[in-house]
C-alpha cells in the first residue's frame, strides 16, 4: 500500500519544499513567482511536479 500511495503523498511534500525553496529567492521573476503560487494553490501532486518538471522552465 505505501508504494501505491506513500510515495506520492512522500514525494507531493517534497515537490512543496521544493516550490518554496524557488519562492525564497527574491532574485525570480514576477512570472515565475506567480506559476509556483499557482501550483501550490492548486495542491494537486500532480500540478505540483508539472510546475516543477515543466512550467518553471516554461516562464523562466
Known amino acids: ?15 512543496r519544499v521544493a516550490i518554496a525553496r524557488i519562492l525564497a529567492d527574491p532574485s525570480i521573476s514576477p512570472a515565475l513567482r506567480g506559476a509556483a503560487n499557482a501550483a501550490l494553490d492548486d495542491n ?3 500540478a505540483l511536479r508539472h510546475f516543477l ?3 518553471r522552465y516554461q516562464v523562466a
Do not use: F, M, N, S
Not at 500500500?1 to 515537490?15: N, V
Open 53 to 55: 518538471e515543466v512550467g
Open 1 to 15: 500500500a505505501w508504494l501505491e500511495t506513500g510515495y506520492r503523498i512522500a514525494q507531493a511534500e517534497d515537490d
Open 44 to 46: 494537486t501532486p500532480q
